[in-house]
């Protein structure tokens, strides 16, 4: 099993940066991806971006040159460097991980094989 713990949400004016951690903990893996989604109010959960254990990034269109996905392998850690934050970013934002997940399926959600809980990201206007 693994767990996933999601941190750094919270209230934050337009224009505003914050940034999100996702901690792992439970079983070891070095393969697939971690990944964050967001979902707004009333709307589907969507793909914001993903990262590999070497690096490799994937990020949404809608964030691309604002939001930038990193890792530090040691700590287990993923993160989502946020800024210029719109009132369209206000969302809950999940981490995933993908244990064998390849690129080509990085925006799939149904690919990936845990979630952690969820953190509120609200952007005011």
């Known amino acids: 099993q693994v767990q996933l713990v999601e941190s750094g949400g919270g209230l934050v004016q337009a224009g505003g940066s914050l940034r999100l951690s996702c901690a792992r903990s439970g079983r070891t893996f070095s393969s697939g991806y971690m990944g964050w989604f967001r979902q707004a109010p009333g709307k589907e959960r969507e793909f914001v971006a993903a990262i590999n254990w070497s690096g490799i990034t994937h990020h949404a269109d809608s964030v691309k040159g604002r939001f930038t996905i990193s890792r530090d392998v040691a700590k287990k850690t993923v993160y989502l460097q946020m800024n210029s934050l719109k009132p369209e970013d206000t969302a809950v934002y999940y981490c995933?991980?993908?244990?064998?997940?390849?690129?080509?399926?990085?925006?799939?959600?149904?690919?990936?094989?845990?979630w952690g809980q969820g953190t509120q990201v609200t952007v005011s206007s």
């Open positions: 995933a991980a993908g244990v064998f997940l390849t690129s080509p399926f990085v925006e799939l959600q149904d690919k990936y094989d845990y």
